[in-house]
């Protein structure tokens, strides 16, 4: 896709907002997947620096690899997002609904849930289940996995 038709983050294409009589040459102005090739010519040590100082950064380094010459499929993309927000000890630990317990969702004044684990009916659905930094990281075989492994 080229630069000058590529929508920005703004709703405008990039060669209408240059037009613009206000015009600021921002870096964060330019398109996506501009933004990645300038990502992916950056060293590792710059990428944290970035990330660190910058909201619209804070991801996308987590998509381009230093040193690994190849450009990774989207669903290898997802998968490594996937494991850092799973290895982040501050993301694995915020309490989450219980995947196990199912409230009626009635509406009743009597709050009652399903414990599937233990079979059996509780009052007190409000339990909170906290994640733990570590995962299994499966997928059908040709995919990847080595590769995603190692970005």
């Known amino acids: 896709m080229d630069v000058d ?5 703004y709703g405008a ?3 209408a907002r240059m037009a ?3 015009k600021q040459i921002v870096l964060t102005n330019l398109p996506t997947n501009v933004l ?6 950056m060293n590792a040590r710059d990428l944290t620096s970035l990330s660190g100082v910058c909201s619209l950064f804070q ?4 998509e381009v690899v230093p040193g690994l010459n190849l450009v990774l499929y ?3 993309r997802g998968g490594l997002k996937w494991m850092l927000r799973r290895e982040t000890p501050s993301l694995a630990c915020i309490p ?3 995947p196990f317990i199912f409230s009626s969702g009635s509406g009743d004044p009597v709050a009652v849930a399903v414990d599937l684990i233990e079979n059996r009916v509780i009052t ?3 339990v909170m289940a906290r994640g733990a930094c570590g995962s299994m990281f499966c997928d059908e075989p040709g995919l990847g996995k080595t590769i995603t492994m190692l970005a």
């Open 5 to 9: 038709q590529m929508e920005t983050r």
């Open 20 to 22: 613009r009589p206000n």
């Open 96 to 98: 989450q609904p219980h």
């Open 124 to 126: 007190n659905p409000n």
């Open 36 to 41: 990645q090739d300038v990502v992916c010519l």
């Open 59 to 62: 991801h996308m380094p987590n």
């Open 13 to 15: 294409t990039y060669v």
């Open 74 to 76: 989207e669903h290898q």
